[in-house]
C-alpha cells in the first residue's frame, strides 16, 4: 500500500545563481525510482513587491509587512506563502537579505512575507523583550491572515535564522492550522540551555554583547516614510518603556518560566508540521537540529554544515551550498503538495570534517557530507575511553583521586561560541590552555575516528565550595604537538540533576556527573592523540564562581563516550551545488564588519585583559535614502587570576539611522561586577536626534547570586 505525503503526516502525528546551474542541482535533486518523476526548479516568473502592508491583529495593533507576490501563471491562480517575522526591521536594516530571500521565492512560485514584531520597525505597540507568548500569539495571527488573502492557496510556511528560527519553532508549537511546514536555521528549543544567556547553567558573556545590541532593538524609531508624523512619539513611547533588559536577563539564573516560554523542548509534541533544521558545525545553536531529530514525531529532515551562524548559501567558514532550489522544493513538497522526492531522501546530513576550521581558514574546511536515513542512526557505535592517572585508555585504571585548584584563567583561546567574527572567534591553537588544565592524553590512534554526536563525558568529581563548575575541552593532538579543539562543554555543578531546581554542593562529597558536550562531527586521524583538558571555568566565556574551587577527580572510574559513526561505502552529499572557497575569493564578505582582539596578560600581579574592538558598519539602502550604522563599542574584559570577583565585563553597542533632513541614534552599554554574593548590573541607553541627546536613562541593580 502506498501513502500520500498527507497519510505520512496524519500517521506520524498520531503515533543568487545562475538558472541553468540551479536546473542542473534541481534534476540532481530528483528521486530514486525508475518510473518516478524527477522534480525540475519552476522557471522564473515576475513577480510584484508591496513596500507595506498593514497587517491588523485582533486587538487593533498593526504590524508592517513587506510582501512579495509572484504574478499568477493563469488568471485566479494563487501562491502558497513562507514567512519571515522578526523586530530587526524589515524597511532598512535587513532589506538587502529580505529582497534576496523574497526574489529566490517569489521568482519560483513561493509568496514571501517579511513582518516586524510588534513594537519593532514600522509595526505598532511595544516590543516588551526576546520570544515573549504575546509575540507568539500575534505570529499565529499573522499566518492566518497571510492565508486568507486573495493571492494565497492558503498554505503558509515559515522560516527564519537565529531570531526568525527560534519563532518559527515556537509558533510552529502553537499550531495554527494554516502552517504546514517549517525551515528554522540556526535556532534552540531550550532557552536557558542553548541561547546567548547561560552555558552549562552558568552566567555568560553573550548574554551581555547580545543584550546591548538588544538595547537598540528595543528602542529603534520606526521609520517617518512609513508611520508619517507618528514617527516620533512611537519612539519617545518606546524608549520610556524600554525595560532593563540585561538586569532582567541576569535575574533568572535557573530554568524558570521566563525562559520556558520560548523553549519548545518542555512539549516536543506540539509541533505538528513538518520540520527541515539547519545548522552549522561552528554555530552556537548546533546541538539542536540532532536533538529535535530524536524527539519530534513529524516528518523532518537536517542538514548540518561546516558553517557557523549563517545560511548554507552565506556559509562562513566554507564550503557553502545553493540552497534556493532546496528550499524551493522542500516548499512545493509540503505547500503546493507537489512530490518533489524531498522526504525520500536521508533524513539527517551532516558534514564531517577533516581540520578545524581555524587551521585553514580562510580555505573551504576540508571534509565529506555522509548522511543517515534516521538519526539517531542504530548504525553508530560508541568509542569509551577512560580518564586514567596516566592518560586515556579504553580500561579503567586504578581509582586515584586527581586534584586541581580553579585559580587559573582558562579559555582566552576557547572562541566564541556565538562566533561572528573569523577567524578571531574561532577556536585558537590551545596548548597555552592546556597547560593550565588537567588533561589526559591516549596514545596515538590507531585509525581514523568520524565523531558524529554529542560526546558524554562521565566524572567522579568533589568540590571544596558550595558552588563550582567543570569546563571541559576535547583536542586532537598531532605529532607535532599542536593542539586543535574540537569540542567543548562545561557544568553549573549546582545544576548537576536539574537546570529548574540547581543545589548546593556538599563540600568533600564525590558525585556522578554527567557533562553535556557539544555536538561534533570531526574526523580524528590516525596517529594523532584525543586529549580531554578539564578546568574549573572558560573565561571570558562565563563568570567566575563566586570562591576559587578545588576540584577532584577520581581517575579510573571517570571515562569519556565518542560517538562514532562508520564509513559507507557509497557516502549521499546533498544534492545541490557546493560554493567552493567564497570566503577565500570574497565572495561570501562578513555582513557584520570586522573585530580587532588584543590580550594582554597575565602580569605580575596575575591581571588578564582583553579589549574587543569592532569597525562599525555602514550600509547604504539606496531604494529608500537612508543610511545605517551599526557595531559594538569596544568591550573591555578583566580579571586577576585567583580572585574571581575582580572579573568585571563592559561594553556597549550603536545604531544610527540617516537619510536628508532625519538622523536619529541609539547608544547602549553595560558593566558587570559581582562580589561572592551579588551580581552587579550597571546598563543605560541614549538616543539622539540630530546629535541632540533627546533621551537618556541609566539603572543600577545589584541581584543576589542564585547558586552561581
Same mark, same amino acid.
Not at 666 to 690: C, D, M, N, P, Y
Given at each position: 500500500?502506498?501513502?500520500?505525503?498527507?497519510?505520512?503526516?496524519?500517521?506520524?502525528?498520531?503515533?543568487?545563481?545562475?538558472?541553468?546551474?540551479?536546473?542542473?542541482?534541481?534534476?540532481?535533486?530528483?528521486?530514486?525510482?525508475?518510473?518516478?518523476?524527477?522534480?525540475?526548479?519552476?522557471?522564473?516568473?515576475?513577480?510584484?513587491?508591496? $513596500?507595506?502592508?498593514?497587517?491588523?491583529?485582533?486587538?487593533?495593533?498593526?504590524?508592517?509587512?513587506?510582501?512579495?507576490?509572484?504574478?499568477?501563471?493563469?488568471?485566479?491562480?494563487?501562491?502558497?506563502?513562507?514567512?519571515?517575522?522578526?523586530?530587526?526591521?524589515?524597511?532598512?536594516?535587513?532589506?538587502?537579505?529580505?529582497?534576496?530571500?523574497?526574489?529566490?521565492?517569489?521568482?519560483?512560485?513561493?509568496?514571501?512575507?517579511?513582518?516586524?514584531?510588534?513594537?519593532?520597525?514600522?509595526?505598532?505597540?511595544?516590543?516588551?523583550?526576546?520570544?515573549?507568548?504575546?509575540?507568539?500569539?500575534?505570529?499565529?495571527?499573522?499566518?492566518?491572515?497571510?492565508?486568507?488573502?486573495?493571492?494565497?492557496?492558503?498554505?503558509?510556511?515559515?522560516?527564519?535564522?537565529?531570531?526568525?528560527?527560534?519563532?518559527?519553532?515556537?509558533?510552529?508549537?502553537?499550531?495554527?492550522?494554516?502552517?504546514?511546514?517549517?525551515?528554522?536555521?540556526?535556532?534552540?528549543?531550550?532557552?536557558?540551555?542553548?541561547?546567548?544567556?547561560?552555558?552549562?547553567?552558568?552566567?555568560?558573556?553573550?548574554?551581555?554583547?547580545?543584550?546591548?545590541?538588544?538595547?537598540?532593538?528595543?528602542?529603534?524609531?520606526?521609520?517617518?516614510?512609513?508611520?508619517?508624523?507618528?514617527?516620533?512619539?512611537?519612539?519617545?513611547?518606546?524608549?520610556?518603556?524600554?525595560?532593563?533588559?540585561?538586569? $532582567?536577563?541576569?535575574?533568572?539564573?535557573?530554568?524558570?518560566?521566563?525562559? !520556558?516560554?520560548?523553549?519548545?523542548?518542555?512539549?516536543?509534541?506540539?509541533?505538528?508540521?513538518?520540520?527541515?533544521?539547519?545548522?552549522?558545525?561552528?554555530?552556537?545553536?548546533?546541538?539542536?537540529?540532532?536533538?529535535?531529530?530524536?524527539?519530534?514525531?513529524?516528518?523532518?529532515?537536517?542538514?548540518?554544515?561546516?558553517?557557523?551562524?549563517?545560511?548554507?548559501?552565506?556559509?562562513?567558514?566554507?564550503?557553502?551550498?545553493?540552497?534556493?532550489?532546496?528550499?524551493?522544493?522542500?516548499?512545493?513538497?509540503?505547500?503546493?503538495?507537489?512530490?518533489?522526492?524531498?522526504?525520500?531522501?536521508?533524513?539527517?546530513?551532516?558534514?564531517?570534517?577533516? !581540520?578545524?576550521?581555524? $587551521?585553514?581558514?580562510?580555505?573551504?574546511?576540508?571534509?565529506?557530507?555522509?548522511?543517515?536515513?534516521? +538519526?539517531?542512526?542504530?548504525?553508530?557505535?560508541?568509542?569509551?575511553?577512560?580518564?586514567?592517572?596516566?592518560?586515556?585508555?579504553?580500561?579503567?585504571?586504578?581509582?586515584?583521586?586527581?586534584?586541581?585548584?580553579?585559580?587559573?584563567?582558562?579559555?582566552?583561546?576557547?572562541?566564541?561560541?556565538?562566533?561572528?567574527?573569523?577567524?578571531?572567534?574561532?577556536?585558537?591553537?590551545?596548548?597555552?590552555?592546556?597547560?593550565?588544565?588537567?588533561?589526559?592524553?591516549?596514545?596515538?590512534?590507531?585509525?581514523?575516528?568520524?565523531?558524529?554526536?554529542?560526546?558524554?563525558?562521565?566524572?567522579?568529581?568533589?568540590?571544596?565550595?558550595?558552588?563550582?563548575?567543570?569546563?571541559?575541552?576535547?583536542?586532537?593532538?598531532?605529532?607535532?604537538?599542536?593542539?586543535?579543539?574540537?569540542?567543548?562543554?562545561?557544568?553549573?555543578?549546582?545544576?548537576?540533576?536539574?537546570?529548574?531546581?540547581?543545589?548546593?554542593?556538599?563540600?568533600?562529597?564525590?558525585?556522578?556527573?554527567?557533562?553535556?558536550?557539544?555536538?561534533?562531527?570531526?574526523?580524528?586521524?590516525?596517529?594523532?592523540?584525543?586529549?580531554?583538558?578539564?578546568?574549573?571555568?572558560?573565561?571570558?566565556?562565563?563568570?567566575?564562581?563566586?570562591?576559587?574551587?578545588?576540584?577532584?577527580?577520581?581517575?579510573?572510574?571517570?571515562?569519556?563516550?565518542?560517538?562514532?559513526?562508520?564509513?559507507?561505502?557509497?557516502?549521499?552529499?546533498?544534492?545541490?551545488?557546493?560554493?567552493?572557497?567564497?570566503?577565500?575569493?570574497?565572495?561570501?564578505?562578513?555582513?557584520?564588519?570586522?573585530?580587532? !582582539?588584543?590580550?594582554?596578560?597575565?602580569?605580575?600581579?596575575? +591581571?588578564?585583559?582583553?579589549?574587543?574592538?569592532?569597525?562599525?558598519?555602514?550600509?547604504?539602502?539606496?531604494?529608500?535614502?537612508?543610511?545605517?550604522?551599526?557595531?559594538?563599542?569596544?568591550?573591555?574584559?578583566?580579571?586577576?587570576?585567583?580572585?574571581?570577583?575582580?572579573?568585571?565585563?563592559?561594553?556597549?553597542?550603536?545604531?544610527?539611522?540617516?537619510?536628508?533632513?532625519?538622523?536619529?541614534?541609539?547608544?547602549?552599554?553595560?558593566?558587570?561586577?559581582?562580589?561572592?554574593?551579588?551580581?552587579?548590573? !550597571? $546598563?543605560?541607553?541614549?538616543?539622539?536626534?540630530?546629535?541632540?541627546?533627546?533621551?537618556?536613562?541609566?539603572?543600577?541593580?545589584?541581584?543576589?547570586?542564585?547558586?552561581?
Amino acid at each position: 500500500m502506498s501513502l500520500s505525503r498527507r497519510d505520512v503526516l496524519a500517521y506520524s502525528l498520531v503515533a543568487g545563481c545562475p538558472y541553468a546551474l540551479l536546473q542542473t542541482a534541481a534534476h540532481a535533486a530528483g528521486t530514486a525510482g525508475g518510473d518516478k518523476k524527477q522534480w525540475v526548479l519552476p522557471k522564473p516568473r515576475p513577480f510584484r513587491i508591496v $513596500e507595506n502592508e498593514w497587517i491588523t491583529l485582533k486587538d487593533g495593533t498593526r504590524l508592517g509587512a513587506r510582501l512579495w507576490i509572484p504574478e499568477a501563471e493563469q488568471p485566479g491562480a494563487r501562491a502558497p506563502v513562507v514567512l519571515e517575522y522578526l523586530p530587526y526591521r524589515k524597511r532598512d536594516v535587513t532589506r538587502k537579505i529580505n529582497n534576496a530571500t523574497g526574489e529566490k521565492l517569489a521568482r519560483h512560485g513561493i509568496a514571501y512575507a517579511r513582518v516586524d514584531i510588534r513594537g519593532s520597525g514600522d509595526s505598532d505597540g511595544l516590543l516588551r523583550g526576546e520570544y515573549t507568548r504575546r509575540q507568539q500569539l500575534d505570529g499565529a495571527e499573522v499566518i492566518a491572515w497571510l492565508a486568507a488573502q486573495s493571492w494565497s492557496t492558503g498554505a503558509v510556511g515559515m522560516r527564519g535564522i537565529s531570531w526568525g528560527g527560534f519563532n518559527t519553532f515556537q509558533i510552529a508549537a502553537l499550531a495554527p492550522p494554516e502552517l504546514k511546514a517549517i525551515m528554522p536555521c540556526c535556532f534552540t528549543d531550550n532557552q536557558f540551555t542553548d541561547d546567548a544567556h547561560y552555558y552549562g547553567g552558568a552566567l555568560s558573556n553573550p548574554n551581555y554583547y547580545w543584550g546591548v545590541m538588544f538595547q537598540s532593538v528595543l528602542g529603534a524609531p520606526p521609520d517617518p516614510q512609513i508611520v508619517a508624523e507618528r514617527w516620533r512619539q512611537m519612539w519617545l513611547q518606546r524608549l520610556e518603556q524600554e525595560p532593563p533588559i540585561l538586569a $532582567e536577563w541576569t535575574s533568572h539564573q535557573r530554568f524558570d518560566d521566563h525562559w !520556558k516560554v520560548g523553549s519548545v523542548a518542555v512539549d516536543y509534541d506540539r509541533i505538528k508540521c513538518p520540520v527541515y533544521a539547519v545548522g552549522g558545525l561552528n554555530d552556537h545553536f548546533v546541538d539542536v537540529n540532532a536533538r529535535v531529530m530524536a524527539h519530534l514525531k513529524v516528518p523532518r529532515k537536517c542538514l548540518i554544515g561546516p558553517w557557523a551562524h549563517n545560511w548554507p548559501d552565506a556559509a562562513d567558514p566554507g564550503p557553502g551550498l545553493e540552497w534556493v532550489g532546496e528550499e524551493v522544493r522542500w516548499w512545493e513538497h509540503w505547500l503546493k503538495d507537489i512530490d518533489t522526492g524531498i522526504m525520500d531522501e536521508p533524513m539527517f546530513r551532516v558534514y564531517v570534517s577533516d !581540520k578545524t576550521a581555524i $587551521e585553514v581558514y580562510p580555505e573551504d574546511t576540508p571534509g565529506r557530507w555522509v548522511a543517515e536515513k534516521v +538519526w539517531p542512526s542504530p548504525r553508530m557505535r560508541s568509542a569509551v575511553f577512560f580518564l586514567n592517572a596516566d592518560g586515556l585508555s579504553e580500561k579503567p585504571g586504578a581509582q586515584v583521586q586527581l586534584h586541581y585548584r580553579g585559580d587559573k584563567i582558562v579559555g582566552t583561546l576557547r572562541g566564541e561560541p556565538d562566533a561572528f567574527f573569523f577567524p578571531t572567534d574561532l577556536p585558537q591553537e590551545q596548548t597555552p590552555d592546556d597547560k593550565l588544565s588537567l588533561t589526559f592524553d591516549s596514545t596515538p590512534l590507531p585509525a581514523d575516528l568520524d565523531v558524529v554526536g554529542n560526546p558524554s563525558l562521565n566524572v567522579r568529581v568533589s568540590a571544596d565550595v558550595p558552588v563550582a563548575k567543570i569546563a571541559v575541552r576535547l583536542m586532537q593532538v598531532t605529532p607535532e604537538g599542536r593542539s586543535w579543539m574540537f569540542c567543548a562543554g562545561m557544568l553549573n555543578l549546582t545544576h548537576r540533576d536539574s537546570h529548574e531546581h540547581p543545589a548546593a554542593l556538599e563540600p568533600g562529597k564525590a558525585y556522578d556527573v554527567q557533562v553535556p558536550l557539544g555536538f561534533v562531527s570531526q574526523r580524528l586521524h590516525a596517529g594523532n592523540r584525543l586529549r580531554v583538558a578539564i578546568a574549573e571555568n572558560f573565561w571570558p566565556l562565563v563568570w567566575p564562581s563566586p570562591q576559587i574551587a578545588t576540584l577532584t577527580l577520581t581517575s579510573g572510574i571517570s571515562s569519556l563516550a565518542l560517538p562514532v559513526r562508520p564509513p559507507q561505502a557509497v557516502e549521499d552529499a546533498p544534492h545541490v551545488a557546493v560554493l567552493r572557497n567564497a570566503v577565500r575569493d570574497r565572495a561570501i564578505v562578513n555582513p557584520r564588519g570586522a573585530l580587532k !582582539k588584543d590580550i594582554s596578560g597575565p602580569d605580575a600581579q596575575g +591581571w588578564v585583559k582583553i579589549v574587543k574592538t569592532f569597525d562599525p558598519l555602514t550600509v547604504e539602502v539606496p531604494d529608500i535614502g537612508t543610511q545605517v550604522t551599526r557595531g559594538w563599542t569596544p568591550a573591555t574584559l578583566t580579571m586577576q587570576a585567583g580572585q574571581p570577583n575582580s572579573c568585571r565585563w563592559s561594553g556597549g553597542f550603536t545604531t544610527r539611522y540617516k537619510r536628508d533632513d532625519w538622523d536619529t541614534a541609539i547608544h547602549g552599554g553595560f558593566e558587570l561586577t559581582s562580589t561572592a554574593q551579588s551580581f552587579h548590573v !550597571k $546598563e543605560f541607553i541614549q538616543a539622539t536626534e540630530a546629535g541632540k541627546v533627546i533621551f537618556e536613562r541609566h539603572w543600577d541593580h545589584a541581584i543576589k547570586r542564585d547558586l552561581m
